[in-house]
């Protein structure tokens, strides 16, 4: 989420259920770690965690990752996650990536840039829909 147009937060959604949680802030909260200028609930990290695992037995056809930045390059966030997920097959993926990081990204994880939806800044409205149109075409 946004105020006064800077990005304030962030929400963990779990697609398929609807559940949310908070997952970012720029709001110094107990026990959540900080990362540049923001504070991560760990909390979080656990649950998407356990939502992945419980999709995974699934199998399902589609996985969107949502975005993989800086602090995965770092060994930290969803690292160990997308090293998992860069092993599956059978699976299309989709990986939202900061054109900044694009060539590490790839490096690291061996993904097809295919895969790859590219950003080019802060998303807006017209950046989530490309998204969803990206998605909807595989799955239609």
Do not use: C
Request: aromatic share 12%.
């Amino acid at each position: 989420y946004f105020r006064e147009g800077r990005r304030a937060g962030f929400q963990l959604v779990n697609i398929a259920s609807g559940e949310s949680m908070d997952f970012g802030s720029v709001k110094a909260t107990g026990g959540w770690q900080p990362y540049r200028r923001f504070y991560f609930n760990p909390q979080a990290f656990d649950m998407g965690k356990a939502w992945i695992e419980q999709a995974m037995k699934t199998h399902p056809d589609l996985i969107v990752i949502d975005e993989v930045g800086p602090m995965e390059l770092e060994n930290r966030g969803w690292s160990g996650l997308l090293d998992l997920l860069a092993e599956l097959t059978g699976q299309y993926q989709v990986w939202v990536v900061r054109e900044g990081i694009l060539r590490e990204v790839l490096d690291r994880w061996k993904i097809p840039e295919e895969n790859v939806f590219l950003i080019h800044g802060p998303k807006d409205p017209e950046t989530t829909k490309q998204l969803m149109n990206r998605v909807l075409k595989y799955i239609t």
